[in-house]
């Protein structure tokens, strides 16, 4: 994992065209969502790569390419399988990973009288998408998952361990890996 060339990398994100519902009964299951090609530039600086990203998700908002992206993808379902499935290979073949977040719930689930403790998804990846990543709050807890194709990294821990590093240089010491809830 030395690579010092690359300079930005693709990421396939989610983002949902669905209108926030008003009531409980607005709301739908519906798929309304395009994945954009998200280009990265690369940083040593987290709090530089933060503001990166979100300038970047917010052109997003005010763009119309999400509607143009889900609108492609509506259409492509309509060509022939063998056409379709090579213009999704050109599209997955522009991202490097898949990402998504979930905001989970902000108060525990309760299942049979019991609080859930635990709680995750994986983003799963596709064609030429060699890995994922994966953020999800529940209640008093943000878990990042990460999945990559084993031909990806002969050493997937070392991920783990640059994460683990610029997590103790951005939230101070180890603490954050002892965090308890409440304190």
Not at 35 to 52: C, R, S
Not at 176 to 181: A, G, H, S, T, V
Request: proline letters at 7%.
């Amino acid at each position: 994992m030395g690579d010092t060339e690359t300079k930005q990398i693709g990421f396939g994100i989610p983002f949902s065209l669905r209108r926030e519902p008003k009531t409980v009964e607005d709301f739908t299951l519906d798929n309304q969502f395009a994945i954009l090609p998200f280009m990265l530039p690369l940083t040593t600086d987290f709090k530089e790569g933060l503001k990166t990203i979100k300038a970047g998700m917010d052109a997003m908002k005010d763009s119309p390419s999400p509607f143009g992206y889900y609108y492609l993808i509506v259409i492509l379902m309509y060509f022939p399988r063998t056409i379709s499935q090579t213009l999704l290979e050109v599209y997955s073949g522009k991202c490097t990973f898949a990402f998504s977040n979930v905001p989970g719930p902000r108060a525990p689930y309760v299942v049979v009288g019991s609080k859930v403790k635990h709680m995750s998804f994986f983003v799963p990846q596709m064609l030429k998408v060699c890995g994922g990543f994966s953020i999800m709050s529940h209640y008093d807890t943000v878990k990042l998952g990460i999945m990559l194709d084993k031909t990806v990294a002969d050493r997937p821990e070392e991920l783990m361990e640059m994460f683990e590093a610029k997590f103790d240089e951005v939230f101070g010491s180890k603490e954050w890996r002892n965090f308890k809830p409440g304190q």
